[in-house]
C-alpha cells in the first residue's frame, strides 16, 4: 500500500486514470481520510458510486480490498470469526484414544478437569478460527481497504458493535484478547440512508455526501466511460437525464443509469436523441412504472423545447 | 489566531445545533492544518466533512460558515469610504486620541478586531446584550479618550474646537456603529447558542396557536418524533423474542452433538396495529390538529398503518394526501379543502362508523382529536359506543383545559365513557408524551 498521499489532486489525477472521475469534495475525503487515519462514511442515493469510490481508493492505494456487505439480522460471527465447530468436533473424534490415554492416568474427575482445561487452549486457537471480513482486515500483513457496505441494512446492535472497530481499530474477541489492526485499514461505510445512523457512529467518520452529480461532472463521467458515445448525443442525454432528475419521481435516475442507457444507444447506433428512440429505450433508465408513465408524458414537452445546444 | 478563529467558529455551530464532540473538534483542526487555510473551498468542504454528520447539519454548516467567515472576505474598502471621508485631521488633539483618528479604515477594522479579541463574545445570551457589549468593545479599542477628548473641546469657548468636537462627534458615531455591527454578528453567531436552548423550552411547552411564529418548529416536531420512533425501535426489538424455536434449536445442537448449546428462538408476531386518527381542523382546534398528524406520520417507520380523517363542516378521509406530499404540505391542502366551522360529532362518528366499521378490529386503536363542541347538536354518542365496543382502544386528545371540557357547547363527559383515556394536548410536550403512551399501547 502506498503510504502516502500527496495532494488531492494526486487523488484526482490517479481515480481518472481508473475511469473513475470524481470531484474536489470526494477526493478530499480520501485524502482526508488516509492522512488522519479516519473511517468515511459515505453516503447518497442509490447508483452516485458510493461502492465505487472504495474500489477506486483500494486500487489508487495498491491495497486489497475487503468488503462486508451489510443485512439486516448480521451478526459478529458472520463479521468478525467465527469458530470451526465441525473440524472442533471432527478432531476430538479423531483424537479421542490420544484424549482417552492422556487421561488415562489421571486420577480422579479434577485432574482430569485439569488437564482438560489445559487441552481447552488448544481447542480455542488459530487451528480453529474461521476469520471473517473484520477480522481478516485486522489481521492482514498488508494495509487494506475495508467496505462496510449498507450499513444501514444492518441492525442498530451491529453498529455498536462497529464503534471499537471505527475508533481504535481493534475488536475483543472473548476467547482470544483484543486483536489490534496491524495495519490500519482505511475503512469506507456506506448508507442508502434506510434509517438514521446513531450519533456515535457519525462522530467516528468523517461525512461525505456524494449528490447525483451535475451536468459537467456527468459529462465528464460519460465522456470517461463511454467514449463511443459521439458528443451530440452526449449532450443531449446528459440534458435529458439532468431534466428527469428534477421530476418528482419514485426512483431517480442515477448515473449507472445512464451509463447504461448510453451504452445501449451506441448499440443501436443512435445519432441523437429520438422521441421513439427515448420511448422505446426508457424502461433502462427509469425502474417504476409510474415514473415511466411520468417521464413518457413530459417527453413531447421536452422536445418541443428548444435548447441551448 | 487561526486555532481560536476555528475554536470560536465551533462555538458558534455548536451554537446553531449541530452537536460537535471534542473529538470531532480536534479532527477539524487537523484537517485544517492539513489542507490549510487558504484555498477557501477546500477549508470549508474539510470543515464540513469532520464536524457535518448528515445533510441537515451541512445546511446548518454553510449558513454558519458564510456568516462566521465573511469578516475575513469582505476587503476594507467599498462601504467603509464614508469614514475615510469624514476623519477629522489630528491637529490639536491629545496624542491619544490623534493616533486612533489618524487610522485609515482598514487600520480602524484592525484595531477593532484585535480589541474584540479581548472579550468573550460567547457569553452574549440575549439581544438587549448588544449595546453593553458595543460600548466594552470600544472602551477595549481605547475610545474612551476620544469621549474626554470631544468632553474638553466641548468646554473650550474657541470656535475652531467647538468645531473640531463636532467632527470628532460625527466620527464617533461611525466608529460606533462600526462596532454595533460587529456585535451583532457575533451575536448572530453566539448568543443565539443560549437562546437555542431557552427557545426550544418554550417551543416545547407553547400553546400550539402561538408556535406558528417560530421558525424552527417543523425541525423540532422532526427532531422529536425521530427520537421517539428510534427509542420505541429498541424497546420494540427486545420485546421481539417469542417461544423457543425447536427445529433450529435442533438444527444447532448437531455441532454440539446434540447438545442444545445454543437456543434460538421464534420471533413474535408483530402486532398488526392500525391506527385511525380523527381530527377536527375546525378553527379553534386546527393547530392541535396540524401537529398531531405531522407527529404521526413522521413516525411511518414504526406506525406502518395509520389512516387518518379530517372534519370540520364536512367529513373525508384525508390518508391519501400524505402519501402524495410532505406532512406539512399535506397539512396545509387538507386545512384549505375541509377547513369551516359548525363541527357535528354525531353525524362525524356515524359516517365515520359507516366509512370504516368493517376495518374497525382488536388492533385498531381509534384517536379523536377534537374540543368536542358540537354546537347544540345531538351527541350521537351510540356510534361512538359501536366503534370503542369494536376497536381495541379510543383515545381522545382535547386542546383545551380540562376544566373547559364541558362549558357551554363542549359534551366531553357524553364521549369520556367510551374513551381508553383522554387527555389534555395543547402543546409539544404534551403531544410528545401521548405519541411515547401509543407507542407503548397500540
Redesign the interface.
Known amino acids: 500500500m502506498k503510504t502516502r498521499i500527496e495532494s488531492?489532486e494526486d487523488v484526482v489525477r490517479n481515480f481518472a486514470a481508473q475511469d473513475y472521475i470524481c470531484d474536489?469534495?470526494t477526493a478530499?475525503?480520501v485524502y482526508?481520510a488516509a492522512?488522519?487515519h479516519?473511517p468515511v462514511?459515505v453516503?447518497g442515493p442509490p447508483g452516485v458510486g458510493k461502492t465505487e469510490l472504495a474500489k477506486a481508493a483500494a486500487a489508487f492505494l495498491e491495497a486489497p480490498l475487503i468488503r462486508m456487505q451489510c443485512y439486516e439480522g448480521l451478526d459478529e460471527s458472520r463479521a468478525l470469526y467465527e469458530w470451526k465447530?465441525?473440524k472442533q468436533?471432527l478432531y476430538t473424534q479423531l483424537l479421542r484414544d490420544k484424549l482417552s490415554d492422556l487421561l488415562g492416568d489421571a486420577e480422579g474427575l479434577e485432574a482430569s478437569i485439569k488437564r482438560l482445561g489445559d487441552l481447552g487452549d488448544a481447542f480455542y486457537s488459530e487451528t480453529f478460527l474461521e476469520p471473517r471480513p473484520l477480522l481478516k482486515a485486522l489481521r492482514s500483513d498488508e494495509p487494506v481497504v475495508l467496505l462496510i457496505d449498507e450499513i444501514d441494512k444492518a441492525?442498530?446492535e451491529f453498529e455498536a458493535f462497529l464503534l471499537e472497530l471505527l475508533s481504535d481499530f481493534q475488536i475483543s474477541i472473548p476467547e482470544m484478547g483484543t486483536v489490534k489492526a496491524r495495519h490500519q485499514p482505511l475503512v469506507f461505510l456506506t448508507s442508502n440512508d434506510q434509517?438514521?445512523l446513531s450519533?456515535a457512529l457519525?462522530?467516528?467518520?468523517?461525512?461525505?455526501?456524494i449528490p447525483y452529480p451535475g451536468a459537467d461532472l456527468e459529462r465528464r463521467i460519460l465522456a470517461q466511460r463511454v467514449p463511443e458515445l459521439g458528443e451530440q448525443l452526449r449532450e443531449q442525454l446528459v440534458a435529458f437525464i439532468q431534466h428527469l432528475r428534477e421530476q418528482d419521481m419514485k426512483k431517480l435516475p442515477a448515473i449507472s443509469e445512464t451509463l447504461d442507457w448510453a451504452r445501449a444507444l451506441v448499440l443501436l447506433h443512435a445519432e441523437t436523441l429520438e422521441p421513439e428512440l427515448v420511448e422505446q429505450t426508457l424502461a433502462l433508465v427509469l425502474k417504476n412504472e409510474q415514473d415511466v408513465a411520468l417521464a413518457r408524458d413530459i417527453l413531447p414537452h421536452w422536445f418541443r423545447k428548444p435548447r441551448a445546444s | 489566531m487561526a486555532e481560536r478563529r476555528l475554536h470560536e467558529f465551533i462555538q458558534a455551530l455548536r451554537g446553531a445545533g449541530v452537536?460537535i464532540?471534542p473529538?470531532?473538534a480536534e479532527?477539524a483542526f487537523?484537517?485544517a492544518a492539513?489542507?490549510g487555510y487558504a484555498g477557501r473551498?477546500?477549508f470549508r468542504?474539510?470543515l464540513?466533512?469532520?464536524l457535518?454528520?448528515?445533510?441537515l447539519e451541512?445546511l446548518e454548516f454553510d449558513r454558519c460558515f458564510e456568516a462566521f467567515f465573511q469578516f475575513e472576505s469582505v476587503d476594507g474598502d467599498g462601504e467603509n469610504d464614508a469614514t475615510d471621508g469624514a476623519r477629522p485631521d489630528g491637529e490639536g488633539l491629545e496624542e491619544e486620541v490623534a493616533e486612533l483618528v489618524a487610522q485609515t479604515p482598514e487600520g480602524l477594522e484592525q484595531t477593532l478586531a484585535r480589541a474584540a479579541g479581548e472579550i468573550d463574545f460567547t457569553a452574549m445570551e440575549v439581544i438587549t446584550q448588544q449595546g453593553l457589549y458595543a460600548r466594552r468593545l470600544l472602551m477595549s479599542m481605547g475610545m474612551g479618550a476620544v469621549d474626554d477628548e470631544i468632553l474638553r473641546l466641548d468646554g473650550s469657548p474657541k470656535s475652531a474646537d467647538q468645531r473640531r468636537a463636532a467632527q470628532l462627534r460625527d466620527w464617533r458615531q461611525q466608529v460606533r456603529d462600526l462596532a454595533v455591527g460587529y456585535v451583532r454578528r457575533q451575536f448572530e453567531l453566539h448568543g443565539r447558542a443560549h437562546g437555542r436552548a431557552l427557545r426550544e423550552h418554550t417551543m416545547r411547552a407553547a400553546p400550539f396557536r402561538e408556535l406558528r411564529e417560530f421558525q424552527q418548529v417543523r425541525l423540532l416536531v422532526q427532531r422529536m418524533a425521530?427520537r421517539l420512533a428510534?427509542l420505541h425501535?429498541?424497546r420494540q426489538?427486545r420485546a421481539k423474542r417469542g417461544a423457543l424455536d425447536a427445529r433450529r434449536t435442533l438444527k444447532a445442537s448437531l455441532?454440539?452433538?446434540a447438545v442444545p448449546v445454543e437456543m434460538h428462538w421464534r420471533d413474535r408476531q408483530r402486532l398488526r396495529s392500525k391506527v385511525l386518527v380523527i381530527c377536527d381542523v375546525s378553527s379553534s382546534v386546527r393547530e392541535a390538529a396540524r401537529f398531531l398528524l405531522q407527529f404521526l406520520y413522521a413516525m411511518t417507520?414504526v406506525l406502518p398503518k395509520v389512516r387518518s380523517f379530517a372534519f370540520a363542516s364536512r367529513f373525508d378521509e384525508v390518508t391519501g394526501d400524505f402519501d402524495r406530499y410532505e406532512p406539512d404540505i399535506a397539512v396545509g391542502r387538507i386545512l384549505d379543502r375541509l377547513s369551516g366551522s359548525g363541527t357535528d360529532y354525531g353525524t362525524m362518528f356515524k359516517e365515520f362508523a359507516n366509512l370504516c366499521g368493517g376495518e374497525i378490529d382488536r388492533h385498531t386503536t381509534v384517536i379523536v382529536l377534537g374540543d368536542a363542541r358540537n354546537n347544540d347538536l345531538p351527541a350521537g354518542e351510540q356510534h361512538l359506543a359501536e366503534i370503542s365496543r369494536r376497536a381495541r382502544q379510543v383515545f381522545w386528545l382535547n386542546p383545551e383545559p380540562e376544566s373547559r371540557w364541558n362549558s357551554g357547547d363542549a359534551i366531553m363527559a357524553s364521549y369520556l365513557p367510551f374513551c381508553r383515556s383522554a387527555r389534555r394536548c395543547a402543546n409539544l410536550n404534551d403531544l410528545s408524551r401521548f405519541t411515547d403512551y401509543l407507542l407503548r399501547n397500540v
Do not use: P
Not at chain 1, 457519525?202 to 455526501?209: F, P, Q
Open positions: 488531492v474536489q469534495r478530499l475525503a482526508l492522512q488522519l479516519k462514511l453516503e465447530y465441525g468436533l441492525d442498530q434509517r438514521e450519533d457519525k462522530r467516528r467518520c468523517l461525512h461525505l455526501y | 452537536r464532540s473529538v470531532e479532527e487537523r484537517a492539513l489542507v473551498d477546500r468542504e474539510s464540513a466533512m469532520t457535518a454528520k448528515s445533510q451541512r425521530r428510534s425501535q429498541r426489538k455441532r454440539y452433538n417507520d
